[in-house]
């Protein structure tokens, strides 16, 4: 067997990178099970093995547009967030690039790279792209969105919550500015679903479309859903079968729809019960005492809206990829503000927008709590993350960094 494919020695680790992947619940996992080898009909095949699997495809769909306060038939199954940005910005703008038509995108400079890029790749093609610069907390403006309306603009999009931060933008406000004139609304979800109630029929009643990634959410990793509004008409990024309303072609990744299906349930019950308020008692304990044992250290995004698990600290004077390797050494995984590119780590171009300086940023680490971080790991983070610190510190900040692959992706 390969090496990497054979059951790893277990060894206690403290988990706080949440926003780069989270765990797949037991319960996701039970609900997948069957149907790998038991109940494997492709959805599409007349036969019962078919009708059986539709079936489950279509309760996945229920509930994930359940956990969205959306109907069943705007939910599009997906390979993640990825793919659901892509479809979103190449589906509304790409008709207008082959109409040769003028079309101007808005979005922020704060994105994931999965709607930079996408955007990049339009304004390549003949569009026009405004990035809304975010103040030094991370937060775009309404007033900054109005100024950058033309009367081409074709589409706003603008994240939720970002990845690094946490900070939430003032989504409904800008989703309604931009209705107001006609102006189809996306917004990337990735780190908010499942974390913060989103209800689609209320306040965010002015999103057309809304991209949302299993492996954020306790589902397997390459699940996902895209919500688009009834009406909204996008062209396909895959050509094929007509499977998904002809929204998707593809054979469906049924045991993935499943898990991500049981998950958008998951999280039902967990935001029903006191899960988001003991999450956030945890994270703020964190927050606060990292911040008394740490000299020097400062939170990004503090003093606005921010989702509940997330932290991004701001250490003077270090070097996050080496703290990253010390903690990773002492069994903490986190992540730090850049990003491996080709094997080179960039600088976070969030934490660049909002302000900081490139040493800044590279002095800041993310610590991201999942709904299975517990009180005991806190209190063991606690001890580990100021004493490597004063560590590092004791050594000099500016010595290299040691060479290690694969550190942080931008996730
Ligand atoms: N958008 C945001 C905000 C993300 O954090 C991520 C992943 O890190 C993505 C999009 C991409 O999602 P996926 O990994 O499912 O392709």
Known sequence: MNAILEPQPRRRRIYLDANATTPVLPEVLAAMQPFWMERFGNPSSAHAGGQTTRAAVEHARASVAS????????????????????????????????????????????????????????ERRGGQVTYLQPNGDGVVSPNDLERSIKPETKLLSVMFANNETGAIQPLDELARLAKARGILVHTDAVQTAAKLPIDLAGELRNVDLLTISGHKMYAPQGTGALFVRKGVELAPLLYGGPQERQRRAGTENVPGIVGLGCAAEAARQWFAGDGPAALR????????????????STVNAAGIPRMDNTCNLNIEGIDAERLLIALDLQGVSASFGAACQSGATETSHVLLAMGLTATEARGCLRLSLSRLTTADEIDAALEIIPAAVARLRSLGANAKAAPKDGLALQS
């Open 67 to 122: 956990l969205l306060g959306c109907s069943a038939r705007e939910v599009v199954f997906t390979s993640g967030g990825t793919e659901g940005d892509n479809a979103a910005l190449i589906g509304v703008l790409q008709p207008y690039l082959d109409r040769r038509e003028p079309a101007h995108l808005i979005t922020t400079a704060i994105e994931h790279h999965a709607v930079l890029y996408a955007a990049e790749a339009f």
């Open 281 to 296: 008692k945890l994270r703020d304990r964190l927050e606060t005492e990292l911040l008394g044992s740490i000299q020097g």
